[in-house]
């Protein structure tokens, strides 16, 4: 009767791993991280486990430009463009689950910045769950929102210590240093698995 029993027994409650992946939309190597590393260990483990953050942004620059915000940003205009409409995706969805999947969708893509209704097309599998209004996140690019999104990760992304020299920038737990970032790039199932206590 071992097995009956063992559902019921308490789990101890453990913290998750917190990962925070500082990229930006259209740097190649943000995105191979993204679609092939991150992407799938989230679907392998358990919610309890892991805690993602994104913060698309990267090397971008903020400047202020007669009162108003401008950014520029490493890849171009497009790049910005694409930054900001996942930024305004994850402030609109706010469900982790829902976002993350439309932002796999976007960065594996041929272009990010496409129509997101090209990119999650109502009948497929995965999207009548993702209550994502186009309109909404349209409304976002072009209005102060996104600004001011973007504006936040700007700070976000100034504040990391030690500074990111090159992205995608990962921190664990809070953390960055060179060994996490080459072990979350070479196995980041394994390293998850190994700090989960």
Known sequence: QVESRCPSL?????????????YES???????????????TWLLLPDEMLNITLVPYGN???RNVSGKLDFQCQHG????LGNMMEACLMREAK??????????????????????????PPLHPLCPT??????????????DTG?????HNAQLTEALDPPHQYVP???????HTDELQAQAEASLLGLVCHLYQ
């Open 147 to 151: 600004v001011a999104l973007m504006h």
């Open 26 to 40: 259209l740097c190649p190597a943000c995105r191979e991280f993204l679609v092939l590393k991150l992407f799938p």
């Open 95 to 120: 469900n982790f689950s829902t976002y993350f999947i439309v932002i796999f969708c976007l960065e594996s893509g041929s272009s990010v910045t496409e129509n997101l209704e090209a990119v999650c």
């Open 60 to 62: 971008a620059q903020e």
């Open 10 to 22: 308490p789990r101890p409650a453990a913290a998750p791993v917190e990962l925070s992946l500082y």
């Open 169 to 175: 920038w990962i921190t664990i737990n809070g953390k």
């Open 130 to 143: 993702l209550e994502v209004d186009s309109g909404r996140i349209s409304a976002c690019v072009q209005g």
């Open 77 to 80: 205009p497009e790049e910005c």
